[in-house]
């Protein structure tokens, strides 16, 4: 079964740093893109970023470029998301997710709030 | 960057009844789309992928159709289950972006 779990939310002040990570089990991970995905409380879906199979080659959209990274550990099988530079609008449910382009599972997702 | 709108916002039905949800990519997308459905404090579950192609484990009274910029999600009678928020999503060009949902309640 495949599983996807996130840690690392939780409150941050503006400004701030926050690393969040995602423990991936029952797949073969080094064969898979992956994503972040995340969700502001009461809004819809947006697309973060994701990285490729290596770690080589990732994507970002524009309102977190620059101050977050994705990266990868194959070794362990975890994916990564450095948040850096931290606003009130990354408020959000950040979603792991197996999948470069289409999304075929996602972790539970874990809260992020930016807030004084 | 390609947006989606999805129509209606909210759709209230019945079981039993049949759902129809629109899906327009303001430039085509070919058919690089996939509908999720979404539930109340959970992740979104994929349901189609590929404008029409059922993800894994997903029931056959879900199809997915079209292409270039015009796509739809039917639902052919609805199971209590089903009423949930559904969203659209394209891989054709980064940034990938999502719909902004479509809302099915009970009516």
């Known amino acids: 079964e495949v599983q996807l779990v996130e840690s690392g939310g939780g409150l941050v002040q503006p400004g701030g740093s926050l690393r969040l990570s995602c423990a991936a089990s029952?797949?073969?991970?080094?064969?898979?893109?992956m994503s972040w995905v995340r969700q502001p409380p009461g809004k819809g879906l947006e697309w973060v970023g994701n990285?490729?199979?290596?770690?080589?080659?990732?994507y970002y959209v524009d309102s977190v470029k620059g101050r977050f990274t994705i990266s990868r550990d194959n070794a362990k099988n975890s994916l990564y998301l450095q948040m850096n530079s931290l606003r009130a609008e990354d408020t959000a449910v950040y979603y792991c997710?197996?999948?470069?382009?289409?999304?075929?599972?996602w972790g539970q997702g874990t809260l992020v709030t930016v807030s004084s | 960057e390609i947006v989606l709108t999805q129509s209606p916002a909210t759709l209230s039905l019945s079981p039993g009844e049949r759902a129809t949800l629109s899906c327009r990519a303001s430039?085509?997308?070919?058919?690089?789309l996939a509908w999720y459905q979404q539930k109340p404090g959970q992740a979104p579950r994929l349901l189609i992928y590929?404008?029409?192609n059922r993800a894994t484990g997903i029931p056959a009274r879900f199809s997915g159709s079209g292409s270039g910029t015009d796509f739809t999600l039917t639902i052919s009678s609805l199971e209590p289950e089903d009423f949930a928020v559904y969203y659209c999503?394209?891989?054709?060009?980064?940034?990938?972006?999502f719909g902004q949902g479509t809302k099915l309640e009970i009516k």
């Open positions: 430039q085509s997308v070919y058919t690089s």
């Open positions: 590929d404008a029409s």
């Open positions: 997710a197996r999948g470069g382009g289409t999304v075929s599972s």
């Open positions: 990285i490729k199979e290596d770690g080589n080659e990732k």
């Open positions: 999503q394209q891989r054709t060009n980064w940034p990938y972006t």
């Open positions: 029952g797949f073969t991970f080094t064969t898979y893109r």
